[in-house]
C-alpha cells in the first residue's frame, strides 16, 4: 500500500495489513503532520458504493491539524526511597550479593590503621634533615677522612665549595 502525506512532498510505502480497517494515526517523517489513515482498498470500496452528489464549488487546500505532544506536568512529590541502593539487604535482594559488615567494617579499620602516610612536604622536611646532617659530619671529619683516603680530599674540597657557592647564590637573591 501507497499512502500520499497530506503536504504532498513524500509518499510512503506500507504492507497491505499494517493498517486496519478502523484506521491508524500515521505521521509524515519529512513533514511531521500526523493524520489518521484508512486502508486504501477500503475508502475505494465504501466510495463505489455510497455515491454522493457532486457539488461544484472552489476547492480549498484541506489543511490537517496537527497533533502537537502534550507535556506532561510533574505535580507529584517525589518519594524517598525506604531502602538505601547499598545496603547489603538490597544488594542480596536485587543483584545476589551477600556482603558480612562485620568483616568489611574490620577490615576498614585495619586499613585505616595500617595505613601511615608521611607526606611530601614531611618527607622533604626529612630529606634536608639528613642532607644537612650529612655534610655537617663530613666537615667535622674531613681531617680523618682524608688521612684515611687520601684521593677524596679533591671530593671533599669539591662538595664544600658547591655548597658555599649555593650559600652566595641564596643570600645574593635574598639581598636583591
Known amino acids: ?20 480497517v ?3 494515526m500515521v ?23 455510497s455515491r454522493p452528489k457532486k457539488i461544484v464549488s472552489k476547492q ?3 489543511q490537517q491539524k496537527t497533533q ?7 505535580s507529584s512529590v517525589k518519594k524517598t526511597r525506604e531502602i538505601s541502593l547499598y545496603s547489603p539487604e538490597y544488594l542480596a535482594k536485587k543483584h545476589g550479593i551477600k556482603i558480612n559488615e562485620t568483616k568489611t567494617q ?12 608521611f607526606g611530601f612536604y614531611s618527607s622533604l622536611i626529612v630529606f634536608i634533615f639528613f642532607a644537612v646532617s650529612l655534610s655537617r659530619i663530613l666537615y667535622f671529619t674531613q681531617n680523618i677522612i682524608i688521612s684515611y683516603i687520601p684521593i677524596s680530599e679533591f671530593y671533599l674540597s669539591y662538595f664544600f ?3 658555599r ?10 639581598n636583591y
Open 1 to 20: 500500500m501507497i499512502i500520499t502525506c497530506n503536504c504532498g512532498e513524500k509518499k510512503f510505502t506500507l504492507p497491505d495489513n499494517s493498517i486496519p
Open 22 to 24: 478502523s484506521g491508524r
Open 27 to 49: 505521521q509524515c517523517g519529512y513533514c511531521g503532520l500526523k493524520w489518521k489513515q484508512f486502508p486504501v482498498d477500503e475508502v475505494k470500496k465504501i466510495q463505489s458504493v
Open 60 to 62: 480549498q487546500p484541506i
Open 68 to 74: 502537537k505532544p502534550k507535556k506532561a506536568k510533574k
Open 106 to 117: 574490620k577490615n576498614i579499620i585495619e586499613k585505616k590503621n595500617d595505613k601511615v602516610s
Open 161 to 163: 665549595e658547591s655548597i
Open 165 to 174: 657557592n649555593i650559600f652566595e647564590i641564596w643570600k645574593n637573591l635574598i
